[in-house]
């Protein structure tokens, strides 16, 4: 199921109304510290405050009449669950999620906050999305996949769409990558809107699928990863639509530990005055540490989400 940029374009057209058109933000003190010209796509300032948002809505607002009564069911660490939720209760669409017991309080506060009905699972030891095609059977749902579905991928891409719109072209574009919704769909924004632009996805290193897939051609799983990049605890890319695309339209991954994505995350917070979630901060996070030399470059990077849990944070702030 290929995605093209007229499926993003169009994807555009239609959240347009109800999405927010993010600022792209800039940091002197980051360009000095680079020696690049970084402009922030910054989608913690999205509704529900992630990326997620373009995506779900997108895909709500394109099931049928009876799809829409019968209601929705997705699984998600918490932003794909908040999307939904939202778009749900935006569209009068019923909303199942399906979210780990580990999931942020503050995920799951939201997702209840938006009218979802939310059901816990154990990521250790049960497969969410047995769980959630089980409730989808038995309850007439559509399942909305968090990445793996063509509407998905194309809603993520208009992030970049407008990111190149309002501040590139770009020599580079660092972005977050999961299950690789975000990475794929901005990959193929910018693969029409500025074509010399090299695409680079960065992972927890503790949750290198993607990087592993894109190295060997082979689509890769691995387990549960455990790393404070919630948003990035994807076992796979997906088979059907992400990691095809990805292969076509990404040129490289990255990946950063946690320790390097803990200080990035607080280094935005500290110098750009912006609350960012880990997984939010991991194409920041790459650039910041120097895992590749973007010297001279006009380098585009996508900040995901904003939703961290703050006592959270500050235990490990206070940890410093």
Not at 144 to 155: E, L, Q, R, T, V
Not at 180 to 205: K, N
């Amino acid at each position: 199921m290929a995605v093209t940029f007229d499926d993003v374009a169009a994807a555009h057209e239609r959240i347009r109304a109800v999405a927010r058109r993010t600022p792209v933000l800039t940091s002197a003190t980051i360009d000095a510290l680079t020696g690049a010209r970084v402009h922030f796509k910054c989608e913690n300032f999205q509704r529900m405050g992630a990326f997620k948002f373009r995506g779900a809505y997108n895909a709500l607002a394109q099931l049928s009449a009876e799809q829409k009564e019968k209601g929705v069911v997705a699984f998600s660490s918490g932003n794909h669950a908040q999307a939904v939720a939202l778009s749900g209760k935006l569209l009068g669409v019923p909303a199942v999620i399906v979210m780990p017991t580990d999931a942020p309080k503050v995920k799951l506060a939201a997702t209840r906050g938006y009218g979802a009905e939310v059901i816990l699972y154990d990521a250790h030891n049960e497969d969410r999305q047995k769980i959630a095609e089980q409730l989808a059977a038995e309850r007439g749902l559509t399942l909305i996949p968090p990445f793996d579905h063509p509407h998905i991928a194309a809603g993520q891409g208009t992030a970049a769409k407008e990111l190149i719109e309002d501040a590139g072209p770009f020599d580079l574009l660092l972005v977050p990558c999961g299950g690789g919704g975000l990475l794929s769909g901005c990959a193929v924004a910018a693969r029409q809107l500025s074509p010399q632009c090299r695409v680079i996805g960065v992972e927890p290193a503790a949750g290198d699928d993607g990087a592993r897939s894109f190295r060997s051609k082979q689509l890769e799983t691995i387990g549960t990863p455990d790393t404070i990049a919630d948003g990035a605890r994807t076992a796979s890319l997906g088979p059907n639509v992400t990691f095809p695309l990805i292969l076509k339209h990404v040129d490289g991954f990255l990946t950063v530990t946690d320790e390097e994505l803990l200080q990035s995350m607080f280094f935005l917070w500290e110098r750009m005055k912006i609350v960012v979630e880990p997984t939010g901060a991991l194409a920041a996070c790459a650039l910041l540490t120097k895992k590749l030399d973007a010297k001279g470059m006009k380098v585009g990077v996508v900040i995901s989400g904003g939703n961290v849990d703050l006592a959270w944070a500050a235990a490990r702030l206070g940890a410093r």
